[in-house]
């Protein structure tokens, strides 16, 4: 077995590594991917690059001329056979590459614009690229752009950052040093590549442009290089069927299809296949695999080509029936003659039921739904480190139903009754009937933008409970009154205050002992208005001058019958209103009025 094993390790059966392209928008993810895609004219055709399903298939002649430039004595080796690099830039191809939780997207290329240094998505791309543990190299893109800098096409970096002046080498450096400290703030050691003295230890920072190509050939090296280094042996040969779904879709004279990464292993026309679906797991036969064709085939009748098998690492399309319901990020497994269908059912669907073990045990959370497992997963985790609770997860567009699932919510923790979607679609019945019953939906395409959503979503609740409760507050104060100016209904006196301080809407009570000895509490209303020379003022401090107040209630003592001038007034507090001055107003009440509140609780029997 074991010189099976080793004739298996033969140089055919050397597999590429597969590489992502992530960073935030903008920053030339797609113009750096169609600049390594360009062909040379001067260094002739860079052999065999070919386009896949959603990927480019770099074979080693073609990385070989693209970095000839900074590799001029041939003295860096080429061990890969090749590198497949994802078309689609971006958090979904990344998050989507998964298998159990971790990537087979083997490294990655994380692309800063040297001009604006580090944005919100790249903070997010590298949290993903943290927790997959995958090793990334930074480009950093838009040199061009550095005042006065003069391009030579193509060209290696260091040979044209020696050409430019003084002031370019400055700006470059500064901004370089910027870039440094950002990456530090991070906890990232980074590195400009070419100082670099451990990849393992710190990030390699390579300046590019995609306009000019300048840099690219040393990405491309750094690219290989770390692939080298930081991929195990048993990584580079061919060996089990390891496949992603990364988009379902729909295409006329095929029915559904689905886009796939074969990142080990050989898929052939026929194998049975098994796969993660909404409905349960999808077992089906592969009818056909498909590449599209070169571009001077182009004119036949077909823009695929059929293949009757294909070696990691490729991008593919498979038709096959059934595939209607299958989930983008789910793993496609091979049915080999000694397994057992069921098991592998089990296997791909455990995927989903992994995340759906994950959400609130007690049922009070936030519902979110995404288009694919990978953002699900990646969105799961984002709201675990946020601390936001999850109740209900779901993938694919959202329906009304999904909307019944998050109501459920409203009557046991309102605030949660929220939809998170991330990249999907809000079917229109199930936005209006969200209107109707109160569900708030948050879309964005965007993860931290959703936790935006949220956080602001939760301050608005909080603010509305706020000014509910505005007349549950009462801060206590004591006051005497000085005039009687009308006895009853309303009431008006002029009054000064002794302690604390007095508050519109404030309840005010007086405590007396009737004819028979027992204690008797007579409520006034509350204070409708407070003026002082004739103007109105919110709030009356102890030791500031008299004012006069208003105080209106239904069934209102009166001055003279049920109580006198000299009875001393207070705030009427209940446990209701400390438990509300606890909740919404710690900040606004001070530790003198803490102890009036003690003072006056027996007064008005609370324990
Ligand atoms: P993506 O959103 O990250 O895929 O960014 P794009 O590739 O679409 O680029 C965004 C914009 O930046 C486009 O207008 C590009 O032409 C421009 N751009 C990209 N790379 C460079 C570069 O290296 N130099 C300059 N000057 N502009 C660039």
């Known amino acids: 077995l074991h010189e099976e094993a080793l004739a298996a390790r033969s140089k055919d059966n050397l597999r590429s590594p597969i590489c992502c392209i992530l960073g935030h928008v903008d920053t030339g993810k797609t113009k750096l ?268 009748k077909s823009q695929y080509v059929h293949n009757k098998e294909v070696k990691a690492a490729l991008g593919v399309k498979i038709a096959a029936n059934d595939l209607e319901h299958a989930i983008a990020g789910s793993r496609l497994m091979v049915v080999g003659p000694d397994d057992d269908e069921e098991d592998l059912e089990d296997e791909v669907m455990s995927d989903l039921e992994a995340l759906l073990s994950k959400v609130a045990t007690d049922n009070r959370g936030v519902t979110v739904q995404a288009s694919t497992l990978g953002s699900l997963e990646a969105l799961l985790e984002f709201l675990r480190v946020s601390k936001i609770p999850v109740a209900n997860i779901s993938i694919g567009p959202v329906y009304k139903r999904d909307v ?88 008006v006196i002029g009054i000064d205050v002794i302690e604390g301080s007095l508050r519109l809407h404030t309840p005010l009570a007086a405590v007396r002992t009737n004819a028979s000895g027992v204690k008797e509490i007579v409520k006034l209303g509350r204070v409708t208005s407070l003026e002082r020379d004739h103007k109105a003022i919110p709030i009356c401090k102890k030791g500031q001058p008299s004012v006069a107040i208003k105080i209106e209630g239904a069934n209102q003592p009166m001055y003279g019958r049920h109580l006198e001038e000299s009875d001393t007034l207070y705030s009427a507090i209940s446990r209701q209103s400390i438990d509300t001055l606890k909740e919404f107003y710690r900040a606004d009440v001070t530790m003198e009025e803490w102890g009036l509140v003690k003072k006056l609780k027996p007064l008005f029997d609370i324990p």
């Not at 052999?47 to 074979?59: N, R, S």
């Not at 073609?62 to 078309?87: C, R, S, Y």
């Open 33 to 300: 991917l169609d600049k390594i895609r360009q062909t040379n004219v001067q260094e002739g055709e860079a052999g065999g690059i070919t386009q896949q399903i959603g990927a480019t298939y770099f074979p080693v002649e073609a990385l070989k001329q693209k970095t000839n430039v900074v590799n001029k004595d041939g003295k860096f080796e080429f061990k890969v056979p090749g590198l497949l690099i994802i078309d689609t830039p971006g958090h979904e191809s990344f998050s989507n590459l998964r298998s159990r939780g971790s990537s087979l997207c083997n490294i990655a290329i994380l692309v800063v614009d040297i001009m604006h240094g580090l944005e919100p998505q790249t903070l997010e791309s590298m949290r993903l690229l943290r927790d997959r543990k995958t090793p990334f190299i930074v480009a950093l893109n838009k040199i061009d752009r550095l005042y006065g800098w003069k391009k030579i096409d193509n060209n290696g970096f260091e040979d044209s950052l020696a050409m430019q002046n003084k002031g370019v080498q400055n700006e470059f450096r500064t901004r370089l040093e910027a870039t440094k400290l950002a990456f530090a703030e991070q906890g990232f050691n980074s590195e400009l590549f070419f100082e670099n003295k451990s990849m393992a230890r710190n990030v390699s920072l390579v300046p590019t442009s995609a306009h000019t190509g300048e840099g690219v050939p040393d990405m491309l090296k750094l690219l290989t290089s770390l692939s080298q280094e930081r991929m195990t042996n048993s990584l580079m040969y061919l060996s089990e069927v390891e496949c992603t779904v990364l988009e379902v879709k729909v295409i006329e004279g095929l029915g559904t299809t689905i886009d796939v990464v074969l990142s080990n292993g050989i898929l052939r026309e026929g194998d049975r296949v098994v796969l993660c679906g909404t409905n349960g797991p999808i077992t089906t036969n592969i009818r056909a695999l498909l590449t599209p064709a070169p571009l001077k085939e182009l004119r036949l």
């Open 404 to 491: 019944m699932m998050a109501g459920t919510m409203l009557e046991k923790a309102k605030e949660y009754a929220v939809m998170l979607c991330f990249d999907v679609k809000v079917d229109k019945d199930a936005a209006a009937y969200a209107q109707d019953v109160g569900v708030k939906i948050f879309t964005a395409d965007i993860i931290y933008h959703l936790f935006d959503n949220f956080t602001a979503h939760m301050a608005e609740l909080a603010e509305q409970r706020k000014e509910e409760s505005k007349m549950h507050a009462v801060f206590p104060c004591v006051i005497r009154p000085v005039a009687v100016f009308n006895k009853t209904d309303p009431i």
